[in-house]
């Protein structure tokens, strides 16, 4: 089975500082691949995604995320980070039966 | 992106109640509904997976008898949690896909907060 490691719970940055954001994820093939943000009490909003093609990726709000087949990483950027980005982020996968499967979660917190 | 319309964004019902989610895609036909849930700073966890007109299929750990799963339409899934308990308060999100297969964005309804008192 699938599954996806966010392996920093929580993160505090600077605001106008730069962000890198980790994710990894085991499956036997290359699947699909999500980023999205979740304020507090809110829905999920997507970020960016990867199916195929290039593998950095343009999203919204000025992230991109890097898809690196040889470290199954998917790590999500941003070069200069706003107050407004605080906020839990999750990586997904989505690996043949459809559901995503997601991590566990870092949360932003953004220092002025 | 499709418009997915979830209801109610917050709920507070007795423990021993049922409570009622409605969760429509607008403009998209779902043919399979997935549900999942978030516990408080915890991360999306899927619940029960149900295709248009057949019975859901739930997840380990999860209770078919507590979570009734409806999805009679192409645009509309219920999840019903029956005699909820104040474990049940949660984060219930759904996620409608259409047929077109895999790979397409998922979209989300903007979620359900359950509060069991």
């Known amino acids: 089975a699938q599954s996806v490691t966010q392996p920093d719970i929580h993160i505090t940055v600077s605001e106008g500082a730069s962000l890198e954001l980790r994710c990894n994820y085991s499956?036997?093939?290359?699947?699909?691949l999500f980023w999205y943000v979740q304020s507090p009490g809110q829905g999920l909003q997507l970020l960016l995604k990867?199916?195929?093609?290039?593998?950095l990726v343009q999203g919204i709000k000025g992230f991109e995320a890097e898809f690196k087949r040889s470290q199954s990483s998917f790590n999500l950027r941003k070069p200069s980070v706003h107050w407004s980005d605080a906020a839990e982020y999750f990586c997904a996968v989505e690996a043949g039966r459809r559901a995503l499967t997601f991590g566990s979660g870092t949360r932003l917190q953004v220092q002025p | 992106g499709a418009v997915v319309s979830q209801h109610p964004s917050r709920v507070i019902c007795k423990s021993g109640t049922s409570v009622k989610i409605e969760c429509r895609s607008l403009?998209?036909?779902?043919?399979?509904m997935f549900w999942y849930r978030q516990f408080p700073k915890q991360s999306l966890m899927l619940m029960a997976t149900s295709n248009e007109g057949s019975k859901a299929t739930y997840e380990q750990g999860v209770e078919k008898d507590k979570f009734l799963i409806n999805h009679a339409s192409l645009t509309l899934s219920t999840l019903t949690v029956t005699s909820a308990h104040p474990e049940d308060s949660s984060f219930y999100i759904c996620?409608?896909?259409?047929?077109?297969?895999?790979?397409?964005?998922?979209?989300f309804g903007q979620g359900t907060r359950l509060t069991v008192v």
């Open positions: 499956y036997g093939a290359t699947p699909y």
């Open positions: 996620s409608p896909r259409d047929r077109a297969g895999v790979g397409l964005e998922a979209f």
């Open positions: 990867y199916f195929s093609g290039d593998t």
């Open positions: 403009d998209f036909q779902a043919t399979t």
